[in-house]
C-alpha cells in the first residue's frame, strides 16, 4: 500500500477534483470528448471543451433540461456538440431518438450523416442501424433508438425526440439582424420544436451569439428561469477604455461576473486551433466593437440603436473642484464638451426604477443620479444597479443621496407606499411621485427627443458605461430595460418641473450691473402670476 505524505494528499485531492467524473454504471466512455478520442485520435481538447463535456453530461444525467452553450467560432463547438454528442448517447442508450436542427436542411443532414457513418465504421459501439431507414436526415436503431435532421422552415413533424439539439439556427449575421428571420426561429420554437418533445424531453441551443433578440435572448427573456446558460467568452472579463495618468486611452479588464474558465480578467481563450498567444486580442483591434461584442464576448447588443441611437450619446469628463465655491457639492464641475458646469449650480435628483426580486431572471433595481444644468442639460451623475429584496430599496439609494447631496427621490407612484420611500422619507429626503401612465416605448420618446437634441450627458469615465448604452441601445429588444425606465422618468422630470435658471456667477453679475430685463425669472413670474414684472433682485423675493 502506498502512504502519501500530507503535501502528496492534498496534491491528489487537487488533481482528483479535476479529473473528469467516473462513468455512471454501464458507460464505457464518461463524456462526449472521451468517446470522441477514443474513436479518433487527432481529436482536440481544450478548457473551452472541458466545460462543454461536462454541461453534456450533466443534461443527459441530471436535472438541467433546458441548456445554452455560447462559444466563438470555429472552436469545436458544433463537433463536440451535434455529432459526437448524440453518438455518445446513443452508445449508451439505442433506444434516444434524437433530433438535429439548423438553420438549412443542409447544415442539419450533415451532422446526421457523420454521425451514421461514425456508427457505421466502429462496431464497438454497438450501434446496429436498421437497413430499411439509413437516410443522412432519418435513420434509425434496430432498438428503436435514431436520428432526424431537419432546417428551421421543415421543423421535425410527427416524430417525438427524447433529445433536441438545435445547432445555429441563423446562418449568419444578415440572418440574425432581420427580424423576420427572428420571428421566424421563435415561431418554430414555439409551434414545433418545444412541442416535439417526449415525456424524456432534453434540449441543447448551441449558437455564437449574433443578437439580442436572436432566439438565445428570446429563450432567456421569454421563458425565465428555464434555461441554464453557459456563456465562454473569447476573452475573459469586460474591457473598459479609460485615460491613463499619460492622456492616453487603454484597456482595463474588470470582471464582468464570473469567467466560466476560471480565468483573470483580460486572459484569452485557448483555442482548439492552436492560435498564437495575443490572437484574439489583436482580433479585437480590428473588428468592430459591435461584431466583437456579439460573436466573440457572446454579449450582442444592438449596433447603432434602436430608439437611442449611439450617434446622439454625449459625454461629459471630470473637472477639478473650485474650493473658492461653497455650496453642497463642494465646488465639483463637469465638462460639457469643453463648457463647465458647476453641481452647486444644478438641480440634483434620483429616479428610480424599483424591483422587488433577486432572482437571476428578474428584473433589476436602477438608481439614477442626475444633475439638471442652468440650461436645462440632463447629467447623468452615477447610477446603481443590484437585483436586491424590498427592503434593501434605499441602502442601494443612500451612497448616492450621500455622495451628490442630491435634493429629491423620483419614484413610480405605484411604489409610492414603499420601503425604500418610507426610508427615505425618515432620512429626511423628499420623495416625489413619477407616472408611468404609458407603455416603455411611449415613455421613452421624450428621452429620445432630448438625446437627438444633444441635452443628455453620460459620464465619460464610469466602468459601467458599456453596460448602460448598450441597454439604451438594444431598447425596446434588450432582455432588461430598468436604467432605460430611469432615463424616461428623469426626462419627464425636466419637462415637468424645470425652468430657466441663473447661476451664482450670473446673479453676481447681475447684481453689480444693476436692475436689468425681467429675464428667463421674470417670465416665470408673469406666467405664474399674470402680473407684469418688477425690476429688482428676483432671487430675494418672497415668491
Known amino acids: 500500500m502506498t502512504v502519501l505524505d500530507p503535501v502528496q494528499g492534498v496534491a491528489a485531492a487537487i488533481l482528483a477534483h479535476f479529473e473528469p467524473p467516473p462513468p455512471p ?17 487527432a481529436t482536440r481538447q481544450t478548457a473551452a471543451l472541458d466545460l462543454i463535456d461536462r454541461e453534456l453530461v450533466e443534461l443527459a444525467d441530471g436535472d438541467t433540461d433546458r441548456l445554452q452553450l455560447y462559444c466563438p467560432p470555429q472552436e469545436g463547438k458544433s463537433q463536440r456538440v451535434s455529432r459526437r454528442f448524440p453518438l455518445w448517447l446513443l452508445a449508451h442508450d439505442k433506444t434516444l431518438r434524437i433530433g438535429i436542427v439548423s438553420y438549412n436542411d443542409n447544415k442539419a443532414l450533415r451532422w446526421g450523416k457523420a454521425i451514421r457513418r461514425d456508427a457505421a ?9 436498421r437497413k430499411d431507414t439509413r437516410a443522412a436526415g432519418y ?14 422552415a421543415g421543423g421535425i413533424t410527427g416524430e417525438k425526440v427524447d433529445v433536441l439539439i438545435i445547432d445555429d439556427p441563423f446562418r449568419g449575421r444578415a440572418e440574425a439582424e432581420s427580424a423576420t428571420y427572428r420571428d421566424a426561429a421563435w415561431d418554430w420554437w414555439e409551434s414545433n420544436g418545444s412541442t416535439r ?6 434540449v441543447c441551443l448551441m449558437m455564437t451569439r449574433w443578437h439580442c433578440d436572436d432566439l438565445a435572448g428570446r429563450l432567456v427573456t421569454r421563458e425565465p428561469g428555464r434555461w441554464r446558460v453557459v456563456s465562454i467568452p473569447a476573452v475573459a472579463g469586460k474591457g473598459v ?10 484597456t482595463v479588464w474588470v470582471a464582468d461576473g464570473v469567467d466560466p474558465l476560471g480565468r483573470a480578467p483580460g486572459e484569452e481563450l485557448v483555442s482548439v486551433q492552436d492560435r498564437k498567444p495575443g490572437y484574439f486580442h489583436g482580433l479585437q483591434e480590428v473588428r468592430s466593437p459591435y461584431v466583437w461584442r456579439s460573436i466573440y464576448q457572446q454579449t450582442p447588443v444592438a449596433a447603432e440603436g434602436n430608439m437611442f441611437r449611439r450617434s446622439t450619446f454625449r459625454y461629459w469628463n471630470p473637472m477639478p473642484a473650485d474650493l473658492s465655491r461653497h455650496g453642497t457639492a463642494d465646488g465639483r464641475r463637469v465638462d460639457l464638451d469643453s ?5 452647486d449650480d444644478c438641480w440634483r435628483l434620483a429616479t428610480v426604477d424599483l424591483a422587488a426580486s433577486t432572482k437571476r431572471s428578474a428584473d433589476y433595481t436602477v438608481v439614477s443620479a442626475w444633475a439638471i444644468s442652468p440650461d436645462g442639460d440632463l447629467i447623468l451623475l452615477d447610477r446603481a444597479r443590484k437585483r436586491v429584496v424590498e427592503e434593501d430599496h434605499w441602502d442601494l439609494a443612500r451612497p448616492l443621496v450621500s455622495r451628490w447631496a442630491l435634493a429629491t427621490v423620483f419614484v413610480e407612484k405605484s411604489f409610492i407606499s414603499s420601503t425604500m420611500v418610507i426610508d427615505a422619507t425618515k432620512a429626511g ?10 407603455d416603455k416605448v411611449t415613455r421613452a420618446v421624450p428621452a429620445t427627443s432630448r438625446l437627438k437634441a444633444g441635452r443628455v450627458w453620460f459620464p465619460a469615465e464610469a466602468d459601467w458605461l458599456d453596460e448602460w448604452c448598450d441597454e439604451l441601445a438594444a431598447f425596446p429588444s434588450a432582455a432588461h430595460d430598468d436604467q432605460v425606465d430611469t432615463l424616461s422618468y428623469a426626462a419627464r422630470v425636466v419637462a415637468a418641473h424645470w425652468l430657466p435658471q441663473e447661476t451664482a456667477d450670473q446673479v453676481d453679475q447681475r447684481r453689480t450691473a444693476g436692475p436689468a430685463d425681467d429675464g428667463a425669472i421674470g417670465q416665470a413670474y408673469t406666467a405664474s402670476t399674470g402680473a407684469e414684472p418688477r425690476t429688482g433682485d428676483y432671487m430675494s423675493m418672497d415668491w
Open 25 to 41: 454504471r454501464g458507460r464505457r466512455w464518461s463524456t462526449p470528448g472521451q468517446l470522441a478520442r477514443a474513436i479518433d485520435r
Open 121 to 129: 465504421d466502429n462496431p464497438q459501439l454497438g450501434i446496429r442501424l
Open 139 to 152: 435513420w434509425e436503431t434496430e432498438d428503436g433508438g435514431g436520428v432526424i435532421c431537419a432546417g428551421i
Open 197 to 202: 418533445g417526449s415525456s424524456r424531453f432534453k
Open 241 to 250: 477604455q479609460i485615460k491613463g495618468a499619460d492622456g492616453r486611452a487603454k
Open 339 to 343: 463648457r463647465p458646469v458647476f453641481l
Open 429 to 438: 429626503l423628499p420623495v416625489e411621485p413619477v407616472a408611468a401612465d404609458t
